[in-house]
């Protein structure tokens, strides 16, 4: 009978499919329509399909049709109802875009929205149009849409290496794969040359550029292949996703996909290379970040490397991960160990470990660390051939540190600091050395001068210096002849190579104590945040005062102002303002306007974070997160983002926890109220 027993997983897997899928029915369907490359047909098939529902009975709405002065596609729209355009004012320049309020407040039961992948212009609600198309459908409104297999996030460096094209406009791979429909418009690459020579695609300038690049035949069959291959690959994954909530738990592969992010330009290529691999095996798909010591000093375009890789992991799909720690392969076989990772997908690198461990790439020491592991190595060669730095952590350690304010807060602090510390191994070296006492006390001093430097220090290389230099001063004061280098006796060259391997080692060893005594210190004083916000949280009753908590916890953690809402009844209650500490900072009156009101509104309806550093109103002058449990929004918590940069990954990740912990303890409150209602009606009908 227990051999006979469902197993739980696998149930609340099922039960969990069952509730997407009810949520699925209640939006609206979207179809794309998918071509390997302009002029395939991508839009007139739409319009073709839309024509026949209308001929049916069915109402259809011609959304945004993008005006491609082709005499077929513009006879093909004819008799449709169509929007008219949202007409946008930029540099001087009048652009037509996509009517989203218009679309919604008509409401009807299928509109076709062209160009998935477009851009949409600055001051518009979303940065993208899939991001339009994707409220349609949270509106119930089904949708018809065209796409080029180029748009794919996931195939970019795959088709640019085709073409010699980056392509900028991209959309996640999800959007695709979640589609209700996909329909590949398919024609041979030979009848769409002739299209094109015949004019029927681009004017006859364009066309014969087209022609010279992106339209060479052979550059056409290789896209054919990859749509077609792409699309057959969505039909497999849906046929096994079928099977699988039929109870054929046999085809889950149970693997799991781990690649790391870094400022590298080559890790945006790895990073896909990892999302098709996650893809093909059906597994989990994770990105680490591994924050050094050197990052968090890094030059801001470091750092914004990183930030726009840690997005286009999100966009493909992965889950974001990130911890602390100066000893990258270390961290990475750790956390591959306790999250039962499969494969890692890393850049080739050369990157080398010193003192105590062999050379080698991040591979290899990976490899050392966890050897049960698959690891993957993708090449660091871009798109047409061109070699970029090299390395997948190419990036780190190379930021520029913040402009010192004084001359002893920077690289001439220590220095001085270091010649102090041999200018007194020195002097107490020649009082041992006037009471006669050995060369090996001396040379102790020297060793403890090179420790005080590296305790008091914060570069590398002042301590590594200040070792040379100890020895080059012991020589020099105290082995024969006296005030100068040479040395007479045959065993002082020995001598000075233990010195100097001594002091480097010792001097290594010390930054290193001093580099994880720092992150231990931040580690204790964020899970310190972590732990005062939950022991607080737990003893409060009132919405308000937990208002108030969570806001000084989140000025705590990243000491920014805080603007936050309750949210109820389909309105918001506030704001609630706290600014922050010390002069420079956004005040009140820059949040008190319909605007910032209006994107929090929209964060809250929809659960979802808007505002500055996101896609979605962009332009606000805060960041602003739904603070929730399960699927029941109870606020909205803004963060002023100052010089519009946004928040670092694991402040990130804890000011989350945070939040959903306080959407916890608003839930409780209201189960509270809720169970208090109860004994009260129960009392009055006794």
């Known amino acids: 009978m227990e051999e006979n027993r469902p197993d739980p997983e696998l149930l609340l897997k099922k039960l969990r499919k069952e509730e997407e899928k009810r949520e699925k029915e209640q939006r609206g369907k979207l179809k794309i329509f998918l071509g390997y490359a302009a002029g395939v047909g991508k839009t007139y098939a739409m319009l073709e399909a839309a024509q026949t529902l209308r001929d049916r009975g069915e109402e259809v709405v011609a959304g945004y049709i993008e005006p491609h002065d082709r005499p077929a596609t513009l006879a093909m729209a004819e008799g449709l109802e169509t929007l008219p355009p949202f007409m946008v004012e930029y540099k001087g320049i009048r652009l037509r875009e996509f009517d989203l309020d218009g679309a919604l407040k008509r409401k009807p039961k299928l509109i076709l929205v062209d160009e998935l992948a477009h851009t949409n212009a600055p001051g518009l609600r979303h940065e993208k149009r899939y991001q339009d198309v994707n409220e349609l459908l949270q509106a119930g409104i089904s949708v018809y849409t065209t796409l080029n297999i180029q748009h794919l996030e996931s195939l970019n460096d795959q088709i640019g290496s085709i073409t010699g094209i980056r392509v900028r406009e991209r959309i996640p791979d999800g959007i695709f794969d979640q589609a209700d429909q996909v329909e590949l418009i398919d024609i041979e690459p030979s009848d769409l040359l002739q299209r094109l020579k015949e004019g029927k695609i681009y004017h006859a300038v364009q066309a014969e550029r087209a022609l010279d690049h992106f339209f060479a035949e052979e550059k056409l069959i290789a896209l054919r292949e990859i749509a077609l291959r792409r699309t057959a690959d969505r039909v497999n994954r849906l046929a096994v996703m079928e099977r699988e909530n039929r109870g054929g ?178 002097g107490f070296g020649m009082m041992f050395q006037h009471f006669q006492m050995s060369e090996s006390n001396i040379i102790m001093l020297y060793l403890l001068g090179v420790l005080l430097a590296a305790m008091t220090v914060s570069r590398r290389g002042a301590v590594v210096v200040s070792s040379l230099l100890s020895v080059l001063l012991f020589n020099f004061f105290f082995v024969e002849p006296l005030y100068s280098f040479q040395m007479d006796g045959k065993e002082y060259p020995v001598t000075i190579a233990v010195m100097l391997a001594a002091s480097l080692i010792t001097s290594s ?78 005040q009140e009156e820059e949040f008190l306007n319909q605007k910032e009101r209006a994107v929090a509104m929209w964060s809250a309806a929809r659960g979802k974070r808007a505002g500055a550093c996101t896609h979605t109103l962009p332009d606000a002058k805060a960041i602003y997160l739904p603070v929730k449990s399960g699927d029941r929004v109870y606020g909205v918590a803004g963060i002023a983002l100052e010089e519009r940069r946004e928040i670092p990954p694991f402040e990130y990740s804890l000011l989350t926890a945070m939040l959903n912990e306080a959407g916890l303890v608003f839930e409780r409150m209201e189960m509270m109220a809720a169970s208090d209602e109860m004994k009260e009606r129960k009392g009055e009908i006794i």
């Open 249 to 426: 738990a046999d085809y889950y592969t149970g693997e799991h996909v781990l690649t790391c992010i870094s400022p590298s330009p080559t890790c945006a290529k790895v990073i896909r290379t990892a999302s098709r691999l996650a893809y093909a095996f059906r597994g989990e798909f994770t990105a680490l970040y591994v924050e050094t010591p050197s990052l968090q000093h890094a030059d801001p375009k470091v750092r914004q490397m990183v930030e726009e890789n840690i997005h286009l992991a999100k966009a493909l799909g992965a889950r974001i991960a990130t911890v602390f720690g100066e000893d990258i392969a270390g961290q990475i076989a750790e956390y591959a160990k306790l999250s039962n990772v499969s494969k890692v997908v890393l850049g080739r690198t050369n990157h080398k470990i010193l003192f105590g461990q062999t050379k080698g790439t991040l591979a290899d020491h990976v490899a050392q660390y966890a050897p049960k592991l698959d690891i993957y190595i993708i090449p660091d060669i871009e798109n047409g051939g061109t070699k970029k730095k090299r390395g997948f952590y190419a990036g780190y350690g190379r930021g520029k540190r913040k402009k010192p304010e004084t001359f002893m807060e920077g690289i001439g602090g220590d220095c001085v600091k270091c010649f102090l510390a041999l200018a007194v191994s020195t």
């Open 509 to 586: 060893l010390m930054n290193r104590v001093r580099s994880h005594s720092r992150e231990m210190a931040k580690k204790a004083y964020r899970t310190e945040i972590l732990l005062d916000n939950s022991r607080r949280l737990r003893r409060i009753r009132d919405k308000k005062e937990a208002v108030k908590e969570v806001s000084g916890q989140i000025k705590k953690l990243l000491g920014l102002p805080v603007l936050f809402y309750l949210y109820s009844g389909g309105g918001l209650e506030g704001p609630f303002f706290f600014p922050a500490d010390g002069e420079g900072h956004m």
